[in-house]
Structures are given as C-alpha cells and as structure tokens.
C-alpha cells in the first residue's frame, strides 16, 4: 500500500514514473493531492483470502467467441 | 397556436407535431432565436449548427406531411455534449487537443437519435474530457446556469443541462461516469437518466473511463428522459459492454399506479456521509411524504459507507482515464486544460495493485447493494448534496475531498434518475432527489420518477431569465 509523501523530493521520484516534466509549484499540489490517493487506497484493501473472487476475469472478444 | 414552443414538453410538442399543429421548422427557428438570446451569457454551445438543424427540420416537416410521423423525437430540436461523435462536425471534448477533430462517422446513439428524427442543433460544452472543469482555460468558457449565471452548472454534461433548462433544445444528450448527468440535471432543475451499465452503446463517445462510462439523456420531465432513451437504445454488436437485451417500452408504464412499491432510503448517504445542505434534506423528506401518499412504502437500507463507493470508482476513473490521456499528458500537456490535465495526471500515481484492489471491492459493493436490493424495487437518496455552486469556487479536488452521492450507481452500473425536487427559498436554485433501480429496471425508475413529478408542481416553474 502506498504510503503518504512527505518530501518534493519523494513525490518528484514518484512523478518521474509517469514522465511528466512539471514545475515545483505543480509538484506541490500533486503531493497534496496525493494524499487522497492514500486514503482512498487504503480504504479498498480489506481482508480477502488467496482464494477471493478475482474480479477481474478474461474473456473471449464476441467475435472470437462466434467462430 | 403554441405562445412558445421551446417550452413544451417533448411529449407535447410530438403531439403537436403529430396532428400538424405544430411545424418542426417553427420550433427549430425558436429554439434557435433562444439560443441567439441567451448563449451569450451561458456559454452553452462549442458548435451551434443552425442551417443544418433547419435543414433538417424542413425535410421533417415534408416528411411528416408526406404521412409518414416516425415516433415521438420526429421534428423535436436537441443538442449533444461534444464528446459524441459528429459526421462532419468537429467533436472536441471540449479541448484544445482534439479542436480540430472532425470524425468520418456518427456515435451509434447519434445515428439513432437521427433515425428517429430528432434535430440535431449541435454540440454543446462539457467539462474537458468529461472531467475537468469548470475550466476558464478551455477555448470558449464552461457553461452557466440560467437559474443563477454565477453559479455552475455541476458537470460534466454543462451546456446540456443549461440549454434544456433554458429551451434552447428540448432535450441533450450527456454521459455519466460519476455523476455527469445527474449532478448538471439536479443543479439546473432537470430530468436526467443514467441507465443500466450497457444499455446503451458507448461507440462513438470520447471515453474517460471504460468500465464506468454511461450515456443517457438530460430532458425537462421524467417522461420526456423515456421517449429520448428510447431513441438512442438498441444492441450495439460493436461495443463489447453493449448488452443485447430486450428494449421495453420506457414510456408504457408511465402513469400506471405505484402503489404497494417498495423505496428503500439510504438516509446515511445524505445525512450522513455526505452531508446533503439543508433544503436538500428538506426536499428528501417531503418527497418521501409524496411518495407514501401514492401509496409506496418507503423503508431505511443500510449501503456500505459512500466513501467506499467514491473511492472504488475514483480509483478506477482515473486509472483508466490515465491509461487513455497518458501518451498525449506526456507529449503535449500544454493542450490539456489546468482542471482535466490535473485529475487526469493524479491517475498516474495509481499502482496496478490500486487497479485490481478497486475492481475486487468494486464486486463486493454490488454484490452488498444486491442484497439491500432484495425486497426494494427502488433506492431514494439526494440527486446532488447541494445547490449549485459559484462557479469560479469549485475546488480542483472536490471529488476526493467529499464523496460523490451519484457514483455508487456508476460503480454498480445501476439505472439512476435525477429529478427536481423544489427550489432553494432563498436563491431559487433547483434541488433534487435521485432514484435507482435494479439492473434493466429503468421502467420502474422512470414510473416512480414520473408519479412523483405529477404529483408535484416543480415543471411549472423556468429559470427567470426568460422571463427578461
């Protein structure tokens, strides 16, 4: 889970993932806004087993699936 | 002789239409003077497209007279939010970086909203992308609402919710993936559907988030939202979420009884955990008075808390909103307006680990709403905690700061309708309350909608501008 940015210098390594080149005061406000991210992050995780429902399943395309 | 056109109904004007009381050239040519009157201080339109909307209204009114009426949206005058796709007209989103974007073909709810007749008057302005706004950064400026143009007219779907309020057009055109038809149709006094996850086909449609993306339609009353769904719904083999169901008759069971349905009241939505303003609390309780005098049942449901509806869908939002914008925030940012580019970036800090977590939640909170389901034919909440807003005084981050009351039936893909619900003494402003329904069941949604609405008398009111 991530944890809440507390340097520019954190959150500049972690803007340097998306490849955006910003400018100090841009790179305030991310951090600031970063901190919902947290929160609402931690908020989804609960206690589910190995074995939970993976929401997310594949499936064939239609057009695949009517050959 | 109709006084003012532009203020029917849809319905009305139909039938108005239909008996040739009504010609769709003379309603076309109104509702195009009441844009020439009022666009200029609501900003409604990026794209307004008079000589084609006349075009098309002459070759109704031949057709009409010819004997052949195609249905109820023949000859009646809308607009689109500029994320649908034109044939020939440029569909922007609203943004620089797609300003001189002119698609070869129509969306598939276009082509079928002109098969129906319907006259298309143009494109209206959207928060950028569907997100960012309201931006004073874009190239023309966000919309205002015409019942307070200092106020906003929430988003995203803006110039459409000003423009039906106002008569410009009887009926637009929005798409909602948090909210955006439901948040602009409760501040701006409409009726505004976003139906079933997959009722409608989003091909076509600039998207902002795939798996949460709706479209539907912003109208004046409950019925005139079922005869404009009606027209844009069928199976779209083309988009892989468009769901090959039955269409029903939206509109047939308007006016049959409601009594003995069953309204469960998430009361902690707006009591609670988002605490609604005060003549939005006072507009819920009187509509449930209305609503047990027509003989339905109105009982409490307990949902998981709205934070967790509003943190699974902002997570898959922005991720996938992310995933889209990505390789053009990273190429040419300056294009993007400060407010999308912004809420669009913060997707980037997401992790693959946040994806999965939210769609993994995300089953858990249907499979909970489901089961508080049971036994309830409809769910009644506030369609927006608030009146409008100034409109340079909406925070960037708003939706992270206080959880959004419309996305639990994003997340849920559960048919939602907003409708007005009365007025702010003070102000004027229009407030509303929202009903949602099983999955498919938007016939019992727009019955109550509609029972509610004629047992009221919030449609006999305008904005008071058109009064000037």
């Known amino acids: ?67 | 002789m109709v006084s003012d056109p532009t203020l029917l109904t849809i319905r009305e004007a139909s039938t108005l239409i239909a008996t040739r009381e009504l010609s769709p050239v003379e309603l076309t040519q109104a509702c195009i003077a009441r844009t020439e009157a009022l666009d200029a201080t609501l900003s409604t339109y990026v794209a307004f497209t008079p000589e084609q909307a006349l075009d098309a209204a002459k070759a109704a009114e031949a057709e009409i007279r010819a004997g052949h009426h195609r249905g109820p949206m023949h000859g009646i005058p809308i607009g689109l939010k500029d994320i649908y796709d034109t044939a020939g007209v440029a569909t922007t989103g609203h943004s620089r970086l797609l300003q001189s974007r002119v698609p070869a073909e129509d969306a598939f709810t276009v082509a079928k909203l002109r098969e129906s007749g319907a006259i298309i008057t143009g494109k209206f302005g959207t928060y950028e992308f569907a997100i960012g706004g309201p931006s004073f950064d874009l190239f023309t400026p966000p919309a205002r609402n015409p019942w307070d143009p200092s106020r906003t007219t929430g988003g995203s779907s803006s110039g459409s919710a000003a423009a039906v309020a106002t008569g410009m057009v009887l009926g637009a055109t929005g798409s909602d993936t948090g909210g955006s038809i439901r948040s602009p149709s409760s501040l701006c006094g409409l009726a505004g559907i976003k139906p079933t996850y997959g009722l409608l086909s989003r091909r076509g449609i600039l998207p902002l988030s795939q798996s949460l993306d709706h479209a539907g339609p912003m109208c004046w009353t409950v019925e005139d939202a079922a005869l404009m769904l009606q027209a844009m719904a069928g199976h779209d083999p083309l988009d892989p979420a468009c769901a090959n169901v039955a269409v029903p008759d939206f509109a047939g069971t308007l006016g049959a009884p409601v009594k003995g349905k069953t309204i469960g009241l998430i009361r902690h939505f707006h009591e609670t955990d988002h605490e609604a303003a005060p003549p939005v609390l006072a507009a819920i309780e009187a509509a449930i008075a209305v609503f047990r005098s027509l003989g339905c049942v109105v009982k409490e449901v307990t949902l998981p808390p709205l934070m967790d509806f509003a943190a699974v869908g902002l997570i898959i939002m922005s991720s996938e909103a992310f995933a889209i914008h990505e390789a053009d925030l990273r190429a040419t940012p300056e294009l993007y307006g400060e407010i999308a580019r912004d809420r669009i970036s913060l997707g980037g800090l997401l992790t693959g680990a946040d994806y999965v977590q939210a769609l993994r939640r995300r089953r858990e909170l249907c499979a909970a709403v489901a089961e508080a389901m049971i036994g309830v034919d409809a769910l009644l909440t506030a369609g927006s905690p608030f009146p409008a807003q100034p409109i340079d005084q909406v925070p960037k981050w708003l939706m992270y700061q206080k959880p959004s009351i419309t996305m639990p039936f994003n997340v849920t893909g559960l048919p939602a309708l907003a409708l007005c619900a009365g007025y702010e003494e003070k102000t004027g402003l229009p407030v509303a309350i929202q009903l949602a329904g099983r999955p498919f069941a938007e016939t019992t949604v727009f019955q109550l909608g509609h029972a509610y609405e004629q047992a009221t008398d919030w449609r006999a009111r305008r904005p008071g501008l058109l009064a000037a």
């Open chain 1, 1 to 67: 889970m991530p944890t809440p940015i507390a340097s520019e210098a954190e959150m500049s390594a972690l803007l340097a993932r998306t490849g955006f080149q910003l400018t100090p005061e841009q790179i305030a406000e991310y951090a600031q806004a970063y901190g919902y991210i947290v929160e609402m992050s931690a908020r989804i995780r609960g206690e589910r087993s190995y074995m939970a429902e993976p929401a997310h399943v594949f499936g064939f395309p239609n057009e695949e699936a009517a050959r």
